[in-house]
């Protein structure tokens, strides 16, 4: 029928659209690889082609600069001193001998023939390993660009953080029963967050065991600080994570565990 156009099959499109989505760092196409082995492909045959045709064409050239040579020295008169002719024109050809790896080694073309077709093998072989990799070049740059925002991320929060918190100040402690809907016996109210001072972890003051709560964050006084509940460790549990940590002196006392087991 005049006019008619055929349907195109959605996954003839989706493997055309991923030859060149597979180009891209893999994060972009992780749960997406329709198309990434005939990307691989494509990749390594336009490198083929590319080689075979720059190498030819050097091929082509040192044949006929070498054909010259031999023609110059071998002519009466133009050898080459302390060599004879049949040796220079001899030499003269056998100089395009080292034209592949001339080509391969020297020339931006070859770079270009070997990049194509060592990447297509590299991404081919990671493809089957299920560790899938885009362009080598272009994934070097997304790790450099997001490496780099992601610096500049921390460092802005970093700043806002401890603008936010303001100066630093010595932790203040209160007792309480209760923290958060939670038992707790303590909270540790601190200006700043404490390294390894997570969900269960087992802290150690004065010989005391307490097992740290949900750190919560909350604004006290216009400033943020970060809280931590406590609980004393009155029974023997199973310590994941330890911490020490200085009781101040004008803190609520720490309970008398030993007074209470002769209890």
Known sequence: MTGAV?????????????????????????????????SILLTAALGVRIG???????????????AKLA?????????VKGMGQTE????????????????????????????????AVFRGISLAGDHPWGDPILTVL??????????????????ERELAEGPEVPDQILECRKFAG???????????????????TTVIADSVRLRVGDPLERKVDGR??????LKVIRDLQVDRRIVHYEWPKDAPPLPDLSAEADE
């Open 6 to 38: 055929l349907p195109v099959h959605p996954a003839v499109v989706e493997s055309l659209v991923g030859v060149f989505r597979c180009f891209l760092p893999v994060r972009y196409w992780q749960e997406m690889r329709r198309g990434a082995y005939l």
């Open 52 to 66: 075979y045709a720059g190498f030819f064409e050097l091929a082509q050239k040192a044949g006929e600069d070498g």
């Open 71 to 79: 023609l110059k020295v071998g002519s009466p008169g133009g050898g």
């Open 88 to 119: 220079a024109v001899a030499a003269a050809l056998q100089g395009s001998a080292l034209v592949p790896f001339a080509f391969f080694l020297f020339t931006p073309m070859g770079w270009l023939a070997d990049y194509l077709f060592i990447s």
């Open 142 to 159: 997304d790790n450099v660009v997001r490496g780099k925002r992601a610096d500049s991320l921390a460092r802005r929060q970093a700043e």
């Open 182 to 200: 939670k038992e707790a016996d303590f909270v540790v109210v601190s200006s700043r967050r404490k390294e390894g001072w997570t969900l269960l």
């Open 224 to 229: 943020l600080r970060t809280c931590y509940p």
